[in-house]
């Protein structure tokens, strides 16, 4: 089985601050994606960026940065000069290609507040 | 871009009686898959289908039924409804029969179902 565990309920930052939030994951497997999804008040789930478990680059969209750390099975994201536009929950999420079995698995997610 | 669809967005049901999601993949994405997610909680995997064919099976009541059209849009449906089943609906599609193009998923603005 695998999991994934977001030991942060709450997160605040003030606007233009940076701020990292963070996941860990267990899994069996050598090959799995990563996934960070952000999920606002209007509850539409958005993926925000991904990294593949064998590149060992970070992946970086924008403002948005993960730090993979494959040996300690973290994967955090970093969000640099935060937007009130930012203000969302946040899962990380993991899937395991099993050729048409590609669930995620999600953790409980991280509410990330942008203080004006 | 064209991103998946769902309908209705709000449904309102009285317990025991039965419900019908409909989603719509985006456009060449042949996997489909749904989830479910409590208030206050991470979405949860329930049933998914690759090629018109169920590929994986969650968490999913016996209640509950699904299947993949020709046109590869698919259907949830519930019957016999509980107060417990209350809950946001996503349905998520994807590309790929393995790798990152299976396990990439883009969500559609879910289902908002409220059992009385």
């Known amino acids: 089985a695998q999991t994934v565990t977001q030991s942060q309920p709450e997160m605040s930052v003030q606007e233009a601050e940076t701020v990292t939030l963070s996941c860990t994951y267990d899994?069996?497997?050598?090959?799995?994606?990563l996934f960070w999804y952000k999920q606002p008040p209007s509850r539409q789930m958005i993926l925000v960026i991904r990294q593949e478990a064998y590149k060992q680059q970070n992946a970086t969209e924008n403002r948005f940065s993960v730090n993979f750390q494959k040996a300690a099975k973290s994967f955090s994201l970093k969000i640099s000069d935060s937007q009130l536009g930012d203000a969302a929950m946040y899962f990380c999420a993991l899937c395991t290609p099993n050729f048409g079995n590609e669930k995620l698995t999600f953790g409980t997610g991280t509410r990330l507040t942008i203080i004006p | 871009a064209a991103g998946v669809i769902q309908s209705p967005r709000h449904l309102i049901k009285e317990k025991r009686e039965t419900a019908t999601l409909k989603c719509y993949p985006i456009p060449r994405h042949d996997t489909v898959y749904w989830y479910q997610q409590g208030p206050g909680q991470d979405p949860q995997f329930l049933i998914s289908f690759y090629e018109k064919m169920q590929s994986d099976k969650g968490s999913i009541p016996d209640r509950f039924s699904a299947q993949q059209f020709s046109d590869y849009h698919s259907e949830l449906n519930m019957s016999s409804l509980e107060l417990g089943d209350s809950a946001l609906y996503f349905c998520?599609?994807?590309?790929?029969?393995?790798?990152?193009?299976?396990?990439?998923?883009?969500f559609g603005p879910g289902t908002r179902l409220t059992v009385t």
């Open positions: 899994t069996s497997e050598s090959d799995y994606y």
């Open positions: 998520a599609s994807s590309s790929g029969t393995s790798g990152r193009g299976a396990c990439e998923q883009y």
